[in-house]
């Protein structure tokens, strides 16, 4: 009970950050649409949004927590060691990304004409938010020190807090004339909204903290003591990361496509929606549970609930691709033409949703038993496959091909790890728990059809836009929502009992 307690809190508070961060987004189109300043912003601000978006969520519980877990009366000495080391690493890497910036944005964006102002505006936006990265790594390791002492609440509440810093600034911009701003004085304001964002969630998450968990006053034993953690963040990173560094790619795919870049990062804000709610229960609560006595049932649990939320939310973005952008995000600079590009990466980006949401579960069980070196092999074979998958779709598919490669990506990796887990004996899903997988699965298929039918009754009231548009569309919504539940509990994806209980929690 304490656990699902947990659970709920984080995935309540991750949800409300999703949806302040989607309404930054929707601001951020609304003023710039999927032009020059949206792209290189994009570009730009890449790094310290993902630094921001995933450290915010516990991705440094599995490199943290076990290093304080035994440390008794040494705990203070060696958290503060651990945030002295986690602090020059930021401080190291953000020099370096600060000079080699130009190369960052030729990597992440080849399709960037060279000295062209795409180019020239990321490189400055980078440079300018580059300080946000220290500050959102140590907001990570103060997240995971407050977890540590069972304080879930204030750092779940953490990143959407600095969503709210973000919104203050846009509106500041819109205040200010965003439409009558030249490129670079748009994306200094920006940049500086990545640091604010950064700034608040390192504020909050450093209240967090009980007072006594660390000193900094330590000693070269405790500096030597402290670094497994350091040594043990690249593969945790690296694994809470895949689903950004997929982003990565495929936006470096879309970008030889004006406005493709743009339009890439608003449909996978969209599909993150969902996701981060898994992911931030599985880092931040989940991990812990599953090294615990239960933890392979605990896991086909998990994976039970992963999958129960990702299914319909892929086939209902999927199905519903462009109404929902139209209605979202149509207004102002974000015009038609947008809205479709953005539309076609959504529809086949959806269908990574289970895939990914799967990945997470399995990411946590491998950590939980020791086996972070199979997460990075199976991330690292999956990325050039999807890179490969990407480039190569990009041109006859457009925006769909960029998505494909994001697809490609989680399908390798998510069977490099069921075969992995399979072999080690850790992977165990009961007879009724594959039965209510399929029922889920039933369920999913019978809900995209009745939204499907419906969205073809109401082609003219969606079309139409506006409050017509948003209302028929919150009608499709309640609609799959009601299909769902009534298929699964059909189906036997979801068990009267269980359903009953999980509502009264």
């Known amino acids: 009970m304490a656990l699902l307690r947990h659970a709920s809190t984080v995935a309540l508070l991750t949800l409300a950050s999703r949806v302040l961060g989607f309404a930054r987004d929707a601001g951020v189109a609304a003023l710039f649409g999927t032009g020059v300043v949206a792209d290189a912003s994009v570009a730009g601000l890449a790094l310290p949004q993902i630094a921001r978006r ?28 651990a945030l002295i080391l986690f602090a020059l690493a930021a401080l190291a890497l953000s020099a370096a990304l600060f000079v080699l910036m130009p190369q960052m944005v030729a990597l992440l964006a080849p399709g960037f004409p060279d000295e062209g102002p795409r180019a020239a505006g990321a490189v400055l936006a980078g440079r300018l938010s580059v300080v946000a990265i220290p500050l959102a790594l140590l907001a990570g390791v103060l997240a995971a020190f407050a977890n540590a002492a069972g304080r879930f609440a204030r750092p779940a509440m953490a990143p959407a807090a600095a969503n709210v810093a973000v919104l203050a600034l846009l509106l500041m911009l819109w205040l200010a004339g965003a439409h009558a ?139 519903l691709a462009h109404p929902i952008v139209v209605v979202l995000f149509q207004r102002g600079a974000f015009d038609p033409a947008a809205s479709e590009l953005t539309a076609a990466a959504l529809a086949l980006l959806a269908l990574t ?31 050039p496959a999807g890179a490969a998958a990407g480039f190569l779709a990009v041109a006859p598919l457009g925006m769909a091909g960029a998505a494909l490669g994001v697809l490609v990506s989680s399908l390798i990796t998510v069977a490099g790890l069921l075969v992995g887990l399979s072999r080690r004996g850790l992977l165990a899903v009961p007879a009724a728990s594959r039965r209510r997988l399929a029922g889920l699965g039933l369920a999913a298929l019978a809900m995209a059809l009745a939204v499907g039918l419906g969205q073809s009754a109401a082609q003219g009231l969606l079309a139409a836009g506006g409050l017509a548009g948003a209302g028929t569309l919150a009608g499709l919504v309640v609609l799959g929502i009601g299909v769902y539940a009534g298929a699964a509990r059909a189906f036997g994806g979801i068990a009267p009992a269980a359903l009953r209980a999980g509502l009264r929690r």
């Open 54 to 81: 995933l450290l915010g969520e516990g991705a440094l519980n599995a490199a943290v927590l076990p290093g304080l877990a035994p440390a008794g009366d040494e705990r203070p000495a060696r958290a503060g060691a």
């Open 353 to 383: 949703l289970p895939v990914q949401a799967l990945e997470k579960i399995l990411i946590a069980i491998a950590f939980a038993n020791g086996l972070g070196r199979l997460v990075g092999l199976a991330g690292l074979a999956a990325l």
């Open 181 to 319: 701003m030249n490129v670079e004085a748009a994306l200094a304001w920006l940049a500086a909204g990545a640091v604010a964002g950064a700034l608040t969630q390192f504020t909050l998450n450093l209240l967090a903290v009980p007072r006594g968990f660390f000193r900094l006053r330590v000693g070269g034993a405790d500096l030597k003591a402290a670094l497994p953690m350091l040594a043990a963040a690249a593969p945790t990173l690296f694994a809470a990361a895949l689903p950004q560094l997929r982003f990565l790619i495929a936006a470096a795919a879309a970008s030889g496509m004006a406005g493709g870049v743009a339009a890439l990062f608003y449909a996978t804000r969209l599909v993150e929606l969902p996701l981060g709610l898994i992911g931030a229960s599985a880092g931040a609560v989940l991990l812990p549970a599953l090294a615990a006595k239960g933890g392979e049932k605990l896991g086909a649990g998990g994976i039970e609930a992963a999958l129960a939320l990702s299914l319909p939310a892929a086939l209902g973005l999927a199905v």
